[in-house]
């Protein structure tokens, strides 16, 4: 993959200010705005299932029939969490399938360094890293961006209690996403929170499917890295459903 290189831009791996993760929302958010008239249905799904969360579940069920590095019976807390989340899971698939949600092509990785920014104003002025552009829902991007971004602590911090959602890392990322897509529907204006929960639901099943099936996929560094990124996840996840009615109210404060 070949880019015209773009003079004076800077690439963060971590937002350094609010402003620098309200860029990525505004660059992310006109990605999306910019393709809003293009039909998604014909690109190829570079990936497929990649972000069918149900599909994910189905491997996570399917691993923990074979338990092949017989590590189950040590997670059966993190499991109980993850199917106790299961059915609720399905409903951007679902919505999708229904025609509830529109189909829009979606990045699918949108972590800050795939936005450039201007040295000089810190804009965002485009996105990168182009190669799994699917056919999706704008919540991947949304809810993928506040899984990384708003996370208090590193994905794999072996200390939980560190994981929390950042309310104002929300507010900051939502009010430049809507800003920046007004083409936004009133469905996908509702589900934003939903978004970010499966999003983040889906990388702790992953990471926790991968450990149990003795950790082929993600790269890991030490024994047990898998679990405690699958652990921080659904920390963040049990975090958002306390903060849940106020992640609502933001969406609807920001999308007025």
Known sequence: RVYDFVEDSICLQLPETDEDFYQSAVGFGTFQQLLTDFPAAKLHETIPNFHNTPDRYRAL???LERDPMHRAVQVQPEIEFALARQAEM????????SGKLPLRVTHNDTKLNNVLLDAKTRKALCVIDLDTVMPGSSLYDFGDSIRFGAATAAEDEKDISKMEMSLDRFRVFTRGYVRACPGLTAKELELLPMGAKTMTMECGVRFLTDYLDGDHYFAVHRDGQNLDRARTQFKLVADMEK???????IVEEEAK
Do not use: G
């Open 243 to 249: 903060k849940w009615d106020e992640m609502r109210k």
């Open 61 to 63: 069920l399917e691993t």
């Open 90 to 97: 399905s409903a951007i698939q679902n919505a999708l399938a």
